[in-house]
């Protein structure tokens, strides 16, 4: 016989004994293997694609190429191979030597005047530097030269010495400003040729219009960082730590074992 009610008082009720509900933090945990090592895997991909990004801003530097370095892992760069016909490295050697030591009377710095300075020198490699205008930021240079297919043959890479994504062709204009001839536009002071460029290379977010190495009389053109580019790459770079951020946090989650007293609840 059914139990009876007593006047006022609510019947309990009885329910089958049941897996306890996790609170609204730990959802996770009622999420089965399968399902938790695929998010895991999710996680572990974006995490990947955002490193990838991170190591595609960073310059690679191909074989045969001899950079300057830069204290800053994500910096614009710019690496060129360019042949002179027909001319030995001496001669280009010391026409390169000739602009540097000729500022500013017999030459000067097409793209915004800046100032070259030369570091040290071997008979076949050259280190410089290059200064903005504005005297703001400093870039290195190395330029390596090798007598090949009847003319010489250079190896040149610059890289920004500061944390850096946009550079307005900076980096490719420093290099493009020491090795050009009449015909390319520049003014040379001991030797003049026709520069062939066979290899143009730049990190992402850096320029190679050879346009912007001869900017307008009267008019000065953006160097990286400068003020036009600063907040993108500022955006960059957060958006960067973010990824990293999240991927890692995504990762960690979906590796963390359930908190004691809860179980998973298998399909």
């Given at each position: 016989?059914?139990?009876r009610?007593?006047?006022?008082?609510?019947?309990?009720?009885?329910?089958?004994?049941?897996?306890?509900?996790p609170?609204?933090?730990?959802?996770?945990?009622?999420?089965?293997?399968a399902?938790?090592?695929?998010?895991?895997?999710a996680?572990?991909?974006?995490?990947?694609?955002?490193?990838?990004?991170?190591?595609?801003?960073?310059?690679?530097?191909?074989?045969?190429?001899?950079?300057?370095?830069?204290?800053?892992?994500?910096?614009?760069?710019?690496?060129?191979?360019?042949?002179?016909?027909?001319?030995?490295?001496?001669?280009?050697?010391?026409?390169?030597?000739?602009?540097?030591?000729?500022?500013?009377?017999?030459?000067?710095?097409?793209?915004?005047?800046?100032?070259?300075?030369?570091?040290?020198?071997?008979?076949?490699?050259?280190?410089?530097?290059?200064?903005?205008?504005?005297?703001?930021?400093?870039?290195?240079?190395?330029?390596?030269?090798?007598?090949?297919?009847?003319g010489?043959?250079?190896?040149?890479c610059?890289?920004?010495?500061?944390?850096?994504?946009?550079?307005?062709?900076?980096?490719?204009?420093?290099?493009?400003?020491?090795?050009?001839?009449?015909?390319?536009?520049?003014?040379?002071?001991?030797?003049?040729?026709?520069?062939?460029?066979?290899?143009?290379?730049?990190?992402?977010?850096?320029?190679?219009?050879?346009?912007?190495?001869?900017?307008?009389?009267?008019?000065?053109?953006?160097?990286?960082?400068?003020?036009?580019?600063?907040?993108?790459?500022?955006?960059?770079?957060?958006?960067?730590?973010?990824?990293?951020?999240?991927?890692?946090?995504?990762?960690l989650?979906?590796?963390?074992?359930?908190?004691?007293?809860?179980?998973?609840?298998?399909?």
């Amino acid at each position: 016989l059914a139990p009876r009610l007593q006047p006022g008082k609510e019947q309990p009720q009885k329910f089958p004994p049941t897996v306890r509900d996790p609170p609204v933090g730990a959802a996770a945990c009622k999420m089965p293997p399968a399902a938790r090592k695929a998010a895991a895997a999710a996680a572990a991909s974006v995490l990947v694609g955002v490193l990838a990004r991170v190591a595609t801003a960073v310059p690679y530097i191909p074989e045969g190429f001899s950079c300057p370095g830069s204290p800053s892992a994500i910096h614009a760069s710019a690496r060129i191979v360019v042949h002179i016909a027909n001319v030995s490295c001496d001669h280009v050697v010391r026409e390169v030597k000739a602009r540097v030591a000729g500022q500013f009377e017999r030459w000067h710095d097409p793209h915004n005047n800046g100032t070259y300075a030369l570091v040290s020198a071997k008979p076949r490699s050259l280190s410089l530097t290059r200064t903005t205008h504005n005297e703001e930021y400093t870039d290195k240079l190395d330029l390596n030269f090798a007598e090949e297919h009847h003319g010489c043959e250079i190896h040149g890479c610059s890289e920004s010495q500061v944390f850096s994504v946009l550079d307005y062709s900076t980096n490719y204009c420093n290099l493009r400003m020491l090795l050009c001839g009449a015909r390319d536009g520049c003014r040379p002071v001991l030797h003049d040729w026709h520069a062939t460029e066979t290899t143009v290379q730049h990190s992402i977010g850096a320029g190679t219009d050879s346009s912007a190495c001869f900017p307008e009389e009267g008019t000065v053109l953006a160097e990286a960082p400068g003020a036009p580019g600063s907040a993108l790459a500022g955006l960059f770079g957060a958006g960067v730590l973010l990824g990293l951020a999240v991927g890692a946090a995504l990762a960690l989650r979906a590796r963390r074992p359930a908190p004691a007293g809860y179980q998973h609840l298998e399909e």
